[in-house]
């Protein structure tokens, strides 16, 4: 399979919690990154959890990590319309900076 | 899916020399293009938009000069670093969105070239 993987699409309402998630194969994974794209514009990133944390909260944004289940989450509260963009995971190893991309997810906020 | 290739792969170059990276769309066209660089054990920084037929718009701090990008085709853009220094070394990403498909904007990346400059 490929070695980031997320869901597609993802849809909520104005005011609720989005939680998108994703999955990584190589347990050697060192930093793991969200990143946003809007429109015609390109990646901007949101933030990054380094492999030894659990948690990181940054605002509206939690970043969860499950390491054992290679688990990874972002969770934003109180989703605004500006917040509807695709979201994509990433994540570098230990023995190679190189960047890996999942599909991304397209987050769709209705009000 | 859509695939995107970048080549070279890897390459390594003397200082003071120029190196072109290509990026490919290979089963769709991309009327728009983007060109990422990675620093070491750091997060994907966005250089550069490029869109055919016209001149790419640099982010900030990005000097125009030394990464030419030309987008001369729907399936093809270039990034040249010219006069490479070792601090240019670093993993250069593209992505590219698909024009084809109406207001989509997913957007698909290349698999990387790893540049150094020694």
């Known amino acids: 399979g490929e070695d980031v993987e997320q869901s597609l699409f993802l849809s909520v309402r104005e005011g609720d919690s989005s939680v998108i998630n994703c999955t990584y194969t190589?347990?050697?994974?060192?930093?793991l990154y969200w990143y946003k794209q809007e429109p015609g514009a390109g990646l901007q990133l949101l933030t990054y959890i380094f492999s030894n944390m659990d948690m990181k909260q940054d605002q509206r944004l939690t970043v969860l990590l499950n390491k054992k289940d290679k688990h990874l989450s972002l969770r934003i509260a109180d989703t605004q319309t500006g917040d509807s963009a695709i979201y994509f995971c990433?994540?570098?190893?230990?023995?190679?900076?190189?960047?890996?991309f999942g599909a991304g997810t397209r987050l769709t906020v209705k009000p | 899916g859509a695939v995107v290739s970048q080549h070279p792969s890897r390459v390594i170059c003397k200082s003071g020399t120029s190196v072109k990276i290509e990026c490919r769309s290979l089963?769709?066209?991309?009327?728009?293009m983007f060109w990422y660089r990675q620093f070491p054990k750091k997060s994907l920084m966005l250089m550069a938009t490029s869109n055919e037929g016209s001149k790419a718009t640099y982010e900030q701090g990005v000097e125009k000069d030394k990464f030419l990008i030309n987008h001369a085709s729907l399936t093809l853009s270039t990034l040249t670093v010219t006069s490479a220094h070792p601090e240019d070394s670093s993993f250069y990403i593209c992505?590219?969105?698909?024009?084809?498909?109406?207001?989509?904007?997913?957007?698909?990346f290349g698999p990387g070239t790893r540049l150094t400059v020694t």
């Open positions: 190589d347990s050697s994974s060192t930093y």
């Open positions: 990433a994540e570098t190893r230990n023995n190679n900076n190189d960047m890996r």
């Open positions: 992505s590219a969105i698909d024009g084809e498909r109406g207001s989509s904007y997913e957007q698909y």
């Open positions: 089963d769709f066209q991309a009327t728009t």
